[in-house]
């Protein structure tokens, strides 16, 4: 089989992937030079091993607060601790065993979409915070943060790592920090909370959760083929900064993404409740801690929204799948979709051939 027609075969079983997930989902991560690498690797793994055994230690290990930059992430060990490791790669094994021939890189985006798709589900915020956005929108940070966990350590899985070494514990805070420790983009994202240990009942929007798991996703795959590349030597400075630069550059791509889908979630609510305005909606969204760019954007669009096609057109297909799944929840909560809900739905659907 040609390599061509080997791309269409894994885009049309991917494309297929994707359909019964948003459906499924919506009803419920030489020589001397290389030796010297190998080494390096090593008190990596004692670096990586410390972190996970003892969480108070997070301060002092170098690499961990390298990568962390502006986050606090001695929380995250919690997270962590409350997955269910057999379970993780009980999962890894039977995706491998559907997908034989795809490679651990393909693997990992599949399990990217699906916890995407999935945590706008899971956690939906029962909290205080007022307004129909949060009923909609608001996802509960702590059960995010679990999944998300659980996926760096499926992805740890797909690259032949025991989940059950210490050393992954710290990986997980690691990665955590080399998708989002930059700084820069938190409030664009709508993830300044993070910079903090968060506090009890903290919420993110839908979005933000997506960009959270889709950096994290792709920051785990390059944080493990770089471990595993007996020529990348993880205690170089260069190296770290080569990661740290791609994931910003991925995320900086992902809060375009993100203020996208958060316009389109906001005509979607519109349909559900056509008795709101855009004015009436956007201090709602400003209390689920959504995106500085996603309020700025439809702080500009009050007056003049965008037509859906027009945005549809800028979107990526990762969050399009995400975006027609919390657009079918959004549906469903009244028990039955409106002309003007499944418009909005059906266009999304045709377009990404979801």
């Not at 690499?63 to 009980?90: Q, Y």
């Not at 989002?180 to 983009?185: E, I, N, Q, S, V």
């Not at 920051?219 to 400075?237: H, M, V």
């Not at 990661?243 to 316009?263: C, F, G, N, P, T």
Request: glycine residues 6%; aromatic residues 6%; proline residues 3%.
């Amino acid at each position: 089989m040609s390599d061509q027609s080997a791309s269409k075969q894994n885009n049309k079983s991917l494309n297929k992937f994707d359909i019964s997930l948003v459906q499924s989902l919506a009803q419920q991560v030489s020589g001397a030079g290389q030796a010297a690498a190998s080494q390096a690797r090593k008190l990596f793994e004692v670096s990586t091993h410390f972190t996970g055994q003892v969480a108070n230690s997070l301060g002092n290990n170098w690499f961990i607060r390298k990568l962390a930059g502006v986050l606090n992430l001695s929380w995250l060990v919690g997270a962590s601790d409350n997955v269910n490791l057999d379970k993780a790669a009980e999962s890894v094994k039977k995706l491998k065993q559907t997908y034989p021939n795809e490679t651990p890189q393909q693997l990992a985006h599949r399990i990217m979409v699906e916890k995407a798709t999935k945590a706008g589900g899971i956690g939906l915020a029962t909290s205080v915070i007022p307004g129909v956005a949060a009923a909609l929108l608001a996802i509960d940070l702590a059960a995010t943060t679990e999944l998300q966990s659980e996926m760096v350590y499926q992805i740890a899985a797909l690259y032949g790592l025991d989940l059950k070494d210490p050393a992954r514990k710290g990986e997980v805070v690691a990665i955590f920090g080399l998708a989002l420790g930059g700084g820069r983009l938190l409030k664009a994202a709508g993830l300044s909370l993070l910079r903090n240990v968060p506090f009890a009942g903290a919420v993110i929007g839908a979005s933000s959760n997506a960009t959270m798991i889709y950096s994290l996703g792709y920051a785990a795959c390059r944080f493990y083929e770089a471990k595993l590349d007996d020529a990348t030597d993880l205690n170089s400075e260069a190296t770290i900064d080569k990661l740290k630069l791609e994931s910003e550059e991925y995320l900086e791509k992902a809060v375009s993404q993100q203020a996208i889908m958060d316009r389109i979630l906001v005509h979607m609510i519109l349909s559900s409740h056509p008795n709101k305005t855009w004015e009436e909606i956007l201090p709602e969204l400003k209390a689920i801690n959504l995106g500085s760019q996603s309020l700025e954007e439809i702080g500009k669009s009050i007056h003049s929204p965008q037509p859906i096609e027009e945005l549809l057109n800028k979107l990526d297909r990762d969050y399009a799948i995400t975006l027609l799944a919390q657009c079918q929840r959004i549906a469903q909560i009244n028990g039955n979709i409106s002309p003007e809900e499944q418009k909005i739905i059906g266009a999304i659907q045709s377009k990404f051939q979801l």
